[in-house]
């Protein structure tokens, strides 16, 4: 959990929780992470299974260290 | 904000939000109406907007009365 | 953590953590739980501590097993 | 609602809505601005009422402008 995979346009990783409350309660962490950084994900959450899709749109949709950054921070949250 | 479409699949309703706080508020409350109904939504965040996807696994995806009694909750939250 | 410590009147645990994002994580579940369950704490933060009091009102303020069940759940999430 | 009572230690304020997911979803939104802030209150949550006390620990617990900032965020989020 945790490995993020970098294409041209985004950071993707998939998170797999026990249940869905495990997951909402790793998802309220990113939430405030994402608003502090003033950067924020493309996510989807099915029961405890969280996607999250980072890209820095200011730049056009690239990857950037913002994004990054953003991504070493919400693996932290799981480790 | 709050129109639900159905097809043959899911109920789907797009909501739009004045940015990603107030966004946040909405979900945290949808998160306790879906594992209080035992009934998860497939759903996205992208800062100010939230889809939701709303089925019923259990009976094939499909849509049911399940899904047509959680989609009303929702919408009454942002009401 | 986790220890819960029941007195006449309530349950009481105190809960801390390394600072305020992984605190709001832990009570982001617990609120679900809460409602799931239909019973409510009183319950306070500052940043990185939790504080936790169980009670059953309709009985008039007395520890039930409504709040034993509760409190096991809730140590649950940070064993 | 949303009226803050300033006293020598700190600014105080209850708010009090429908039911515990409203309230809910106003502390979700609350911690966000906190956290974002890096200034964290004291707050307090029964059911459908929350409490909160804001005060500068690094100025001895006196009320400072940052408290009254973050006061008048907060009340901004159910005006």
């Not at 993020?4 to 790793?26: H, R, V």
């Not at 200011?58 to 921070?73: C, H, M, P, S």
């Amino acid at each position: 959990m945790g490995k993020w995979i970098e294409s041209e346009n985004n950071l993707y990783c998939s998170f797999e929780f026990n249940d869905f409350i495990e997951a909402w309660g790793f998802m309220s962490k990113v939430a405030i992470l994402a608003e502090k950084a003033n950067h924020h994900p493309e996510w989807k959450n099915v029961y405890n299974r969280v996607e999250i899709w980072l890209s820095t749109h200011d730049e056009g949709n690239v990857v950037t260290d913002k994004d990054r950054e953003l991504a070493k921070k919400i693996s932290e949250l799981v480790d």
